[in-house]
């Protein structure tokens, strides 16, 4: 009778215990950071004689918890933080991207409707050039080319600083999760494998992994008892309970750089670090081509000026000066008799029907339409990688919560399953003692 007491009384303990891990399951279904717990159930088996002349004898004396375990899946959990990263790398490019695309769209003002404003007042100065009218016009539409060469390259600076700003704050948060999965390791190693507090650990453990490669690409190396290192490049970002810092680096031109203990990183390549980084590159191309483009006009519209003839019949002065970047671009303050407009053999519109030739494959109003056209075609790929990694990550997503996602219908099946084991537990107490008061009212 012992015995099924013991059986009864143990069953009722492990049943206890698994309608409290289901309980957990579904307090904890929208909780993304929460792994499905199970329990690891086995008997409890006595050894023993009864006297040395016999051999032992065993019997069942119940059943008991060996441990917790958590739902997952090494593979799928690694191979998700890998798509995770690309997704987010590529969202990040996608948006900086649209960023610098409105940079150049100038709020609908852009440097290229305004270039063929300007061609278009040329040829009408070329019709009458001796019309105050058009030649005030004309110098209007050079300073206002010059003025959507400057906010241009303001909106671009502007894009950039802002993506300074987000890298450094991604770069605080990688930061932020580092020290914690190095506080976590730290109380990883000392904990019972397999006890409530060491699984929970080893939810925080996945949640800053899931943080950390969605900001930099990095190695990670699990170690004993589920801690986890994390290296880049040779480098020890975290060891054991130890981390160094990552540092931004904002540039002057270019994209930003980082550094690790005062030494000079590889750029990122994925995460959102890797994501700004490619997109700010990009931005930087275009402001490098956006500074030549502004000297090609300076010295198309100078070189112009320069073979023409004032009325007074002197040679034209420069109508536009730089200091080699879109932003330095300045118009020299020229009045409408100070415009070459004729040629050096005295005809009054020989040069500004010469201005034409500027509008070439190779002249600024087709170089700034492959400045445009290159941006866009940035950003298409971009969209397109954004589009094939977001469904990739979807599908490796899917097949990790399988595993370890919590099912409502599974716990909700596990319940009626467990209550019923609870209240059988229970019956076989309750025999047990029916039993021993039966055997008892015989005497």
Known sequence: MSDMLSIGRSALQVNSRALEVVGSNVANANNPNYVRRTLNVGDTTIYGNTNYLYGNFTGTGGVEVNSLVRASDQFLESATRQTGANRVKSEVMVQWLDQGEIALANNKADIGSQLTQLFGSAEELSAVPFEPALRTQFLRDIEDTVARFNQTASNLSATTTLMNGAAAQETSQLNTALAELAQINGKLRPTTPGTSQHVALLDQRDAALTVITEKLDVTITFGNNGTADISRGGTNLVTYNS???????????????????????????????????????????????????????????????????????????????????AASLTATGLTATDLALASPAGVANGNILAFVDLRTATGTEKNYEGIVLGQAQNLLSARSESQAATAFDIATREARDKVSVVDLDREAADLIRLQQAYEASARIIQVARETIQSILAIF
């Open 243 to 325: 981390a160094s810092p990552v540092t931004f680096v904002a540039n002057a031109s270019g994209a930003f750089d980082i550094e690790i203990g005062g030494a000079l990183q590889p750029p990122p390549t994925n995460g959102t670090l890797g994501g700004l980084h490619r997109a700010q590159s990009d931005i930087a191309a275009v402001s490098t081509k956006l500074n030549t483009l502004a000297v090609q006009f300076a010295n198309e519209l100078n070189g112009w000026q320069a073979n023409g003839r004032t009325d007074a019949g002197a040679v034209g002065g420069a109508v536009v000066s730089h200091g080699g970047t």
